[in-house]
């Protein structure tokens, strides 16, 4: 007989003024997102920033409607300083320091983790202190 794992308990999904748009702590790291999916409002919103139009975004993502992509497109303009810090807290330099890590040769290793047989010959670590400056920084 099969014993299936103990669920953990969700948290709660909290909705915004914009009927489309949803928040939880779990999910996303409680980024504001479309209701029903994972895909966050200043993914959506940066793609409607480069110019792609609604019908564009549903071609990537089946899923999605017109009101969906304004919805969250109006939360976003609603909204600048959440995303504003969304956008910093997607940093590799933020990324790396929140979570300890160094990036060497490609990869993001934990620091504590970090042995000299990770590091190949003349390669370069990097710490989020000497993380060289990205183009929006």
Request: net charge negative; proline share 8%; charged share 30%.
């Amino acid at each position: 007989m099969a014993t299936e794992a103990p669920s953990k308990r969700r948290a709660p999904i909290e909705r915004t003024e914009h009927p489309h748009i949803v928040k939880s702590a779990d999910t996303l790291g409680g980024e504001p997102r479309v209701d029903g999916t994972r895909l966050s409002v200043l993914q959506i919103f940066e793609m409607f920033q480069a110019g792609m139009t609604a019908e564009e975004i549903i071609g990537d993502f089946q899923f999605l409607t017109p009101a969906h992509i304004y919805d969250a497109v109006s939360y976003a303009h609603d909204h600048p300083d959440e995303m504003h810090f969304h956008r910093e807290r997607h940093k590799l330099r933020n990324i790396m320091r929140d979570l300890d890590m160094v990036y060497v040769a490609s990869r993001l290793i934990p620091r504590e983790l970090l042995k000299p047989s990770d590091v190949p010959e003349g390669a370069v670590v990097y710490t989020w202190e000497t993380l060289p400056p990205q183009e929006d920084d």
